[in-house]
């Protein structure tokens, strides 16, 4: 396939878009992340609501993750928009470089969603993992409740791949959790006619 003719991601470089930026997490990040600790929804998307934490403890946890480096391709990414402001991360696991398949989770900033940074961050991703390390199915884990998540993938082109029955529990009630997928090939096709731009 000639350079030309690769599918291609609204993009101004490997890492960046028109509205984004991805980049490494840096310590200084702790009190960002803090503050999303301190979120019940943030908290409920990702996994479940914890113990608050102390500041103390938030800054050790941000010195030892940007002190580890990258394990393998599993990697976190966080998400800057335009202005150089933190507004998400999106971290990778799971990565199996010999069957060629890895998983990811994105969460974006309650106060920064419907702004278009999700659905650009995540063909970034995509497109890396399809195109430079090789990688043939990507696949990310949605609760049933967070439907504005569901609508993103779904429009992002990956399919409904299983549902798993009353996995997580959260606000006194329980709630599946839904497995989505797409593969290289999906994703090249995808991209070669994509839909209009959503915000999300």
């Not at 969603?113 to 949605?142: C, D, H, M, N, W």
């Amino acid at each position: 396939m000639m350079a030309e003719d690769a599918p291609q991601c609204p993009s101004r470089g490997v890492w960046q878009g028109p509205r984004v930026r991805l980049r490494a997490f840096e310590a200084e990040d702790w009190e960002t992340y803090h503050a999303w600790n301190m979120d019940d929804e943030q908290a409920r998307n990702l996994d479940q609501i914890h113990l608050p934490q102390s500041a103390a403890t938030a800054r050790q946890w941000a010195e030892r993750e940007a002190a580890r480096g990258p394990d393998g391709d599993n990697y976190r990414f966080v998400i800057e928009n335009e202005h150089g402001e933190v507004v998400g991360d999106l971290s990778t696991h799971d990565c199996d470089p010999r069957v060629g398949a890895f998983s990811y989770g994105i969460s974006i900033r309650p106060d920064q969603r419907g702004k278009g940074y999700a659905s650009e961050a995540i063909p970034l991703v995509l497109r890396y993992y399809f195109q430079e390390r090789r990688y043939q199915k990507a696949t990310v884990t949605i609760f049933s409740f967070n439907e504005p998540s569901v609508r993103l993938h779904e429009r992002l082109g990956f399919q409904l791949e299983g549902r798993i029955r009353r996995t997580a529990y959260t606000a006194g009630a329980h709630h599946d959790a839904l497995i989505y997928g797409l593969t290289a090939e999906e994703f090249a096709a995808w991209f070669a006619h994509p839909e209009p731009p959503h915000l999300a």
